[in-house]
């Protein structure tokens, strides 16, 4: 049972990871909006110390998922895996995309994102999107 639960604290810390810097924030700035010490978030992300339900949920809100976010794809993995390399551009493409503070800006790079991914299916007809696009709201 106890290696089960620290996998769990692992994927859990990954996931808060993989979200912070998705939405561009820093271990520093999401600490502050947490309540707690820079020391203890990372702590937190790599699984080192366990997370409250309390703590859990409100980092959830601070990073705008449901609790059970943090818990997806833990039953499919049975040790966690480092990172890949095309991992870790989409999460720099995530960041730096957040980074950006001119709204025109967003919108011509992801134009631009999707019609290279439009010519590259158009060349590969047979190869899938791995994420369907989200509908326009």
């Not at 996998?7 to 939405?23: F, P």
């Not at 720099?92 to 999707?114: P, T, Y």
């Amino acid at each position: 049972m106890g290696q089960r639960a620290n996998a769990a604290d692992r994927h859990v810390g990954a996931r808060i990871r993989e979200r912070r810097v998705m939405m561009g924030l820093s271990q520093q700035q999401l600490a502050r909006m947490i309540g707690v010490t820079y020391q203890q978030a990372h702590k937190y992300e790599r699984g080192l110390n366990r997370i409250s339900a309390g703590r859990l949920f409100e980092i959830a809100q601070v990073l705008n998922v449901a609790v059970s976010w943090f818990f997806e794809g833990l039953a499919d993995e049975s040790e966690p895996s480092e990172i890949s390399p095309r991992q870790r551009m989409c999460l720099e493409l995530a960041r730096n995309f957040a980074l950006i503070d001119n709204e025109k800006h967003q919108e011509a790079l992801s134009q631009m994102a999707r019609a290279l991914a439009a010519q590259s299916l158009a060349e590969n007809p047979e190869r899938e999107l791995a994420v369907e696009p989200e509908e326009r709201h």
